[in-house]
């Protein structure tokens, strides 16, 4: 987080804001927690688990909804068939 989401001041990693003293210690852990959700998507991506980079990335856009989370759930969303297979915990990009 750069700027503070109250007054806009810029932050320079404080967590706690030098004009208005809004403490943005939570915000900042939801917004971790977001790049991390996101992060783990990216790696189930790499890895060809779509349907799992799916579940995460709706957590993600739950808890924090970047531009990176909005692309990558366009991204996933394109590769992954809304006809999966009875009985199918997942989708491989190997098998699209």
């Known amino acids: 987080m750069e700027t503070c989401p109250v007054c806009r001041a810029s932050l320079n990693g404080a967590s706690t804001c030098r004009r208005c003293r ?5 915000v900042m852990e939801v917004e971790r927690r977001g790049q991390a959700l996101a992060g783990a998507a ?3 991506i790499a890895e060809g688990d779509l349907a799992a980079a799916a579940q995460l990335l709706v957590r993600a856009r739950a808890v924090h909804a970047t531009p990176t989370v909005r692309s990558l759930t366009r ?5 992954v068939s809304d006809h999966t297979p009875a009985g199918r915990q997942s989708t491989k990009i190997t098998d699209i």
């Open 22 to 26: 809004a403490d943005l210690q939570k």
């Open 42 to 44: 990216m790696l189930s």
């Open 75 to 79: 991204l996933s969303s394109l590769a």
